[in-house]
Nanobody
Framework: QVQLVESGGGLVQAGGSLRLSCAAS????????MAWFRQAPGKEREFVAA????????RYVDFVKGRFTISRDNAQNTVYLQMNSLNSEDTAVYYC????????????????????WGQGTQVTVSS
């Protein structure tokens, strides 16, 4: 079955950086658009960043533009989220998600678009 396993979360001071990874198995990774979402306590899960199958297209929510970078390595079946200049509002559980698609350059950002989800990794930013 499909498994998405996030790692790289932890506790970091404001202004610091973290790199999240999501290792995929049980699917043809290159046939999937990928994305990162996050969920803070008491809030809805929200879109953060997305990347197309061929990495040609990326999309970010406004509040992470210029700070976060999504990338993928199709040979390693892994998607990454580099997070810089972290602040307390970035504290959340971060989830990766996969969507099988025939559109090689497509990106997706709605929760209902995605077929598979990881279990999440906690990111805590101390001020």
């Amino acid at each position: 079955q499909v498994q998405l396993v996030e790692s790289g979360g932890g506790l970091v001071q404001a202004g610091g950086s973290l790199r999240l990874s999501c290792a995929a198995s049980g699917l043809t990774f290159g046939d999937n658009a990928m994305a990162w979402f996050r969920q803070a306590p008491g809030k809805e899960r929200e879109f953060v960043a997305a990347i197309s199958r061929n990495s040609a297209t990326t999309r970010y929510v406004d509040f992470v533009k210029g700070r976060f970078t999504i990338s993928r390595d199709n040979a390693q079946n892994t998607v990454y989220l580099q997070m810089n200049s972290l602040n307390s509002e970035d504290t959340a559980v971060y989830y990766c998600a996969a969507k099988a698609t025939s559109y090689i350059a497509g990106v997706y950002f709605r929760r209902q678009d995605f077929d598979s989800w990881g279990q999440g990794t906690q990111v805590t930013v101390s001020s």
